[in-house]
């Protein structure tokens, strides 16, 4: 049974402020609880309304009804499990290799798509402009779909970041080189801009390089390729030299 206390606790968790106050988030779904479980993350809950997670031992597996989760849950249709972990002190970053930053993506979605491309190419950080939606937003998580276990995100001064990156720093421009026609290194850093704007004037004044995906549609018309899917073909052809 889930309590009133707790029900009003964990859909506080559906706000940032919230989150960061009680330093917990929420995951939903068997698989990314499971990730999670398997991972460094600390479970604090997991309410099951199935016979599932019982390597969860004592008070930390609770069962509770379907209307009950409906309750606490952030999805438009409840799963059936939801979990409550706590968020684990901001890790150092690594600058080497290839690294992604995002200039203030706000869907979260994306973000989660994004992460489990990282996860996917093997980019081991993400760095995040302070305006990025939170990594921890309900959504997010869910979108990671487990890849938020294996991917380190860090949020940071981003201007203050790539001006102190010794490494290349490609920025994504509709106006950039041809990244079919050019040699990507695997050490540098590739900056992905807002879902609307882009990347912003100031960020745009640190790239050293200024990359882009071509369009081969005969109108060329179509203004702009959706930040997720952008990432996914971008890596790719970065990662196409390491094979």
Not at 125 to 148: F, H, R, W
Not at 158 to 173: A, V
Not at 190 to 205: C, H, R
Not at 227 to 232: D, I, K, L, N
Request: hydrophobic share 40%.
């Amino acid at each position: 049974m889930v309590s009133k206390n707790q029900i009003k606790l964990i859909r506080s968790l559906q706000q940032k402020k919230y989150r960061k106050q009680h330093e917990l988030f929420i995951a939903e779904g068997a698989k990314v609880i499971q990730e999670l479980i398997n991972s460094n993350y600390e479970l604090v809950n997991v309410f099951v309304t199935e016979n599932i997670f019982t390597e969860v031992i004592g008070a930390k597996r609770i069962e509770i009804t379907a209307s009950d989760l409906e309750k606490i849950t952030a999805l438009k249709t409840a799963n059936n499990c939801l979990a409550v972990f706590k968020i684990p002190s901001e890790k150092t970053y690594s600058t080497e290799g290839l690294l992604v930053a995002l200039d203030d993506v706000r869907d979260p979605g994306n973000l989660g798509t994004i992460l489990r491309l990282c996860d996917w190419f093997g980019i081991t950080n993400l760095i995040c402009s302070e305006d990025t939606v939170d990594i921890y937003n309900p959504k997010v998580v869910q979108a990671t779909m487990g890849s938020i276990a294996r991917v380190n995100v860090s949020y940071v001064n981003l201007p203050q970041f790539l001006q102190s990156y010794t490494h290349p720093i490609f920025g994504t421009f509709m106006d950039g080189e041809n990244i079919y026609k050019d040699k990507l290194p695997n050490q540098g850093i590739i900056v992905m801009g807002n879902e609307a704007n882009g990347i912003s004037a100031e960020i745009e004044n640190l790239c050293t390089r200024r990359i882009a995906i071509p369009r081969f549609g005969n109108l060329q018309v179509t203004e702009s390729l959706n930040v997720a899917t952008a990432t996914a073909i971008i890596l790719s052809e970065f990662k196409r030299s390491d094979v």
